[in-house]
């Protein structure tokens, strides 16, 4: 069983900094990707960033510039570090991991979610 642990979400006033943390546990020989995707009342989730286990990195063009993705493969952990945040990426942030690979070939989970964390961001 794969477990996401979420933290750092909260609330900030309009130019603040957050920093998510999402790590993950159980029986992981190795993650394929880790990302960070968002939720807000009324709308689509939407991814905000991902990271491969290389360290390849893909970001929405509304956060370009402003946050920062990273991992520890070490400790299955991801990051998310927010900066200049907005009003308008007030949002449900979801902990997403793809392509866990278990210690055994049968051990493979394609993807999994975490609870989401809220993100609040005042004008």
């Known amino acids: 069983q794969v477990q996401l642990v979420e933290s750092g979400g909260g609330l900030v006033q309009a130019g603040g900094s957050l920093r998510l943390s999402c790590a993950a546990s159980?029986?992981?020989?190795?993650?394929?990707?880790m990302g960070w995707y968002r939720q807000a009342p009324g709308k689509q989730r939407e991814l905000v960033a991902a990271v491969t286990s290389g360290g390849s990195t893909n970001y929405a063009d509304s956060v370009k510039g402003r946050f920062t993705i990273s991992r520890d493969n070490a400790k299955n952990t991801v990051y998310l570090q927010m900066n200049s945040l907005k009003p308008e990426d007030t949002a449900v942030y979801y902990c997403h991991v793809e392509g866990v690979q278990g210690p055994y070939y049968s051990d493979y989970l394609h993807e999994k979610w975490g609870q989401g964390t809220q993100v609040t961001v005042s004008s």
């Open positions: 159980g029986s992981i020989f190795r993650i394929n990707a």
